[in-house]
């Protein structure tokens, strides 16, 4: 059973792996309200990818969910559920639900 | 021989390469982040020798935001109409402070394959990335590449010997995995930033 702390977690490992490639000064230290894709985000597009890669590797492996984060669905929602660490987690759990 | 062409999305245009690039090219691929590219040109004037020397047969493009400022640098190559297959290269964003929030390499990468497959009616893109450069290896397989094999020891950079991944898509690949992930990404990163369509 995914719960949000479980997706966080998943989440805010994906973006502290991005770290390696980045200066000291421009790690980031990822919050829930962390943003990732579009306006005010920290992440590029090379960047943002790798975060939605991992999740979607750690879903499955971790917990046996085989979910897609970037289809058509992403971009018809009011709220883009790439705005942050808080959207996309709750985007994860929709389909985790959706999916059991 | 290809005539020049501009390509417009919602984010970012391509545009081609000059030689008045040279210098702004040179910084971009002298940088860290190109240290897993093949090394080229060392001064301005060989950088600009460079450009000017490009063949006719390929593509190669400056990445621009929509305000006109540069952030990257694309090439459709070895185009081959023959047998139908092209090779997306030289992909580098110059300015990453440039592009946070910004879908611009996937947007850019987009139009490079509308242009492969919807305007030239290519049937396959391939490309090699060096084994170190596994963000790149995930970012292409993402969006679309399957691994194909490898080559042995086939780059040498930065004094270290590595194999090459080899890397491709066919067009039916294109229009049922990469386009629907491309435009998603897209679309979903435009969401935040323009206004909804009056009712």
């Known amino acids: 059973m995914l719960t949000n702390e479980t997706v966080e977690a998943v989440i805010f490992r994906a973006i502290e792996a991005l770290n390696a490639e980045r200066q000291p000064s421009e790690r980031i230290t990822p919050t829930v309200d962390t943003g990732l894709f579009g306006a005010d985000a920290l992440l590029d597009s090379l960047e943002f990818v790798s975060v939605i890669t991992d999740v979607e590797t750690s879903l499955n492996v971790d917990h046996g969910l085989d979910i897609a984060l970037a289809d058509d669905r992403a971009m018809s929602r009011p709220v883009s559920p790439y705005t942050s660490v808080a959207t996309l987690r709750d985007y994860v759990l929709e389909l985790a639900g959706e999916a059991s | ?199």
């Open chain 2, 1 to 199: 021989m290809l005539a020049p062409m501009e390509l417009r999305g919602r984010h970012v245009a391509l545009r081609p390469l000059t030689t008045r690039d040279a210098e702004m090219t040179l910084r971009w691929r002298l940088d860290d982040r190109a240290s897993l590219l093949n090394r080229g040109a060392a001064t301005v004037e060989e950088q600009r020798a460079w450009i000017a020397a490009r063949p006719e047969s390929e593509h190669n493009f400056i990445i621009e935001l929509l305000d006109g400022r540069p952030v990257g640098m694309l090439s459709l190559i070895a185009i081959d109409l023959v047998h139908r297959r092209a090779e997306p290269a030289r992909f580098l964003i110059g300015e990453p402070q440039l592009v946070r929030g910004v879908p611009a390499a996937v947007e850019a990468m987009l139009l490079l394959y509308r242009l492969a497959f919807d305007d030239l009616g290519l049937h396959r893109v391939y490309g090699t990335v060096a084994e170190e450069n596994a963000g790149m290896v995930k970012w292409q397989t993402f969006l679309g590449m399957t691994e194909e094999g490898r080559l042995r020891e086939h780059y040498r950079l930065d004094g270290r010997v590595q194999d090459a991944i080899c890397l491709g898509m066919l067009e039916h690949e294109y229009r049922t995995v990469a386009l629907p992930r491309m435009t998603a990404l897209v679309g979903a990163a435009s969401v935040d930033r323009e206004p909804a369509a009056e009712q």
